[in-house]
């Protein structure tokens, strides 16, 4: 299967990844855009800017449409997160969606689940103090949307979880174990 976990920042994403790869022998592990980009020698702003998340939400699209023909590969995160950035970013009046969906869609269809790991009330994982929760919490809200509600009709499978990493994972392998 080719399956994306998915969520805002600081919720165990990567902690889960790490998790799974351990438990799903053959899978591989396609790092998140944002260290890719670093390697490659991307200088990212603090904090992102809006191109920042253009820069990932390409190079996002890219990996997943690169990678169509490979199967037992985990994705940590996909253009959903970066959608997500976008549209809660303080300048996200000149991010154009519309001009986005079609090779988010295409993209995104490629997936066969999307793991979604919300914020959690307590949190999970320990908050730095300069972690703007606003921000946070805005992403979290609008991968909620967009994830359980599919307005854009991606049509994808999304298994939220939640819990303790252990939970976590078991959750997706009772998903994965019901083919």
Not at 43 to 62: C, I, K, T, Y
Not at 139 to 148: H, I, K, N, Q, S
Request: charged share 30%; aromatic share 8%; glycine share 6%.
């Amino acid at each position: 299967m080719r399956i994306a976990v998915t969520g805002s920042h600081r919720v165990g994403k990567s902690t889960l990844i790490d998790l799974l790869g351990k438990r799903l022998k053959g899978y591989r592990f396609a790092e998140e855009p944002y260290f890719l980009l670093e390697e490659e020698g991307y200088e990212f702003a603090s904090p992102p800017s809006l191109e920042d998340f253009l820069a990932q939400l390409r190079f996002s699209v890219e990996l997943l449409e690169g990678e169509k023909r490979s199967q037992n590969i985990l994705f940590d995160r996909c253009p959903l997160d970066f959608l997500g950035y976008l549209q809660t970013h303080e300048d996200a009046d000149s991010f154009d969606l519309e001009e986005w969906l079609p090779q988010v869609r295409s993209a995104v269809e490629t997936l066969d689940l999307i793991v979604f790991v919300p914020i959690e009330e307590p949190d999970r994982i320990r908050l730095p103090a300069h972690t703007d929760r606003e921000s946070r919490a805005a992403v979290d809200e609008t991968l909620t949307r967009m994830l359980l509600d599919d307005p854009f009709e991606l049509g994808v499978e999304v298994l939220p979880i939640q819990g303790t990493g252990a939970a976590r994972v078991t959750q997706v392998l009772e998903r994965l174990a019901r083919g």
